[in-house]
């Protein structure tokens, strides 16, 4: 069996060739994840599958991870996550982005970013889609590394960046804020969503891959809070800030991007320990369901902070 291997826009690549529902040999099994790997965003197409076999298909990539929180797990299959516009749920998720209504929009972000021990990947399966929006963008943070001027990845080497979880999106600092207006039924703390206070992450500002060895962007903006003590490495505070403002803003260049039109039965698997990920989200009304499994993470690639006191 010989797959068939296809560019997408700027990043990632389609696979097709082959038949998810047939036996895959361990020979497929490795070539699958040898791609993944080296393009870390996989788009299927056309592989009519069940949840049983969306699972059984993800765990090729490593363990999965059931998520704590049962009302978005599905009751008979404990390993898929539910993600669902359209229902009852939406005004918990609604916003006004000038003057618009959306509900379900995500900034860019890398999953359990702001825990220090991210997933290692996802993959997603368009159920039901949305009749109009309801995209999800994925960018490559290897190749917006690799992009970076010389002068520039030599001072991200010896920086670290902070990562802190707010709930209420008003608070992140490298968000685009303008013209965003909560909606009256937004969580205003971690508690309101049966989340813990998480205390910050903290990673290198490049982080090398665990697998391929690739240099990765550490640069996200959700969630992005500051660069450890920037003082010790001649750099003033404002210029730190700049420094994210410019590194958030360089990510999200369209070369390094991609955003997935959904059709239903498309599959999406992407690394989170090298690409970011976020949502453009749907109007009110409009009914869109995603099934998702997600990767474990079994490497903790920051730290988390307890003090920022080094005594005197």
């Known amino acids: 069996m010989t ?9 990632g690549v389609q696979v097709s060739g082959f038949d998810i529902n047939e036996p895959i040999t361990d020979e497929l099994k490795a070539e699958l994840k040898a791609l993944w790997y080296e393009h870390a965003i996989l788009v ?28 978005i797990t599905s009751g008979q299959h404990p390993e ?44 997603l399966r368009a159920v039901v889609v949305a009749k109009e929006d309801g995209l999800t963008g994925f ?19 010896e920086l670290e960046v902070a990562y802190t979880f707010s709930m209420q999106r008003r608070h992140m600092r490298y968000v685009d804020l ?45 969630f ?15 210029e730190s800030i700049e420094l994210l403002e410019r590194l958030v803003a360089h990510g999200k260049n369209p070369e390094f991007t991609y955003f997935h039109k959904w059709r239903e039965g498309d599959m999406v698997l992407w690394d989170n320990w090298r690409a970011m990920h976020c949502t453009t989200g749907t109007k009110p009304g409009i009914k869109r369901v995603i099934n998702r499994t997600t990767i474990e993470g079994d490497i903790t690639l920051g730290r988390t902070l307890t003090s920022e006191w080094n005594g005197a």
């Open 3 to 11: 797959l068939t291997v296809t560019p997408l826009d700027n990043v």
């Open 44 to 71: 299927f197409r056309d592989q009519e599958i069940s949840p049983e076999k969306q699972i059984e298909f993800s765990r090729i990539f490593g363990d999965l991870e059931i998520h704590p929180l049962e009302t």
């Open 80 to 123: 898929l996550f539910v993600l669902e516009n359209g229902g009852d749920k939406d005004k918990f998720f609604t916003a006004y982005y000038g003057g618009e209504e959306i509900v379900g929009r995500l900034d860019w972000h890398m999953d359990l970013h702001y825990t220090a021990r991210p997933n290692h990947g996802a993959l």
């Open 139 to 157: 960018g490559d943070l290897a190749k917006a590394y690799d992009a970076l001027d010389d002068d520039t990845k030599a001072l991200l080497e």
């Open 178 to 222: 303008e013209g965003y207006e909560p909606g009256p039924y937004s969580p205003k703390k971690p508690a309101d969503v049966n989340f813990p206070d998480f205390a910050d992450a903290v990673y290198p500002a490049v982080v090398t891959h665990p697998i391929s060895g690739r240099k990765i962007l550490e640069v996200v903006e959700q």
């Open 224 to 238: 992005l809070d500051r660069v450890i003590t920037p003082q010790q490495f001649g750099m003033s505070n404002d």
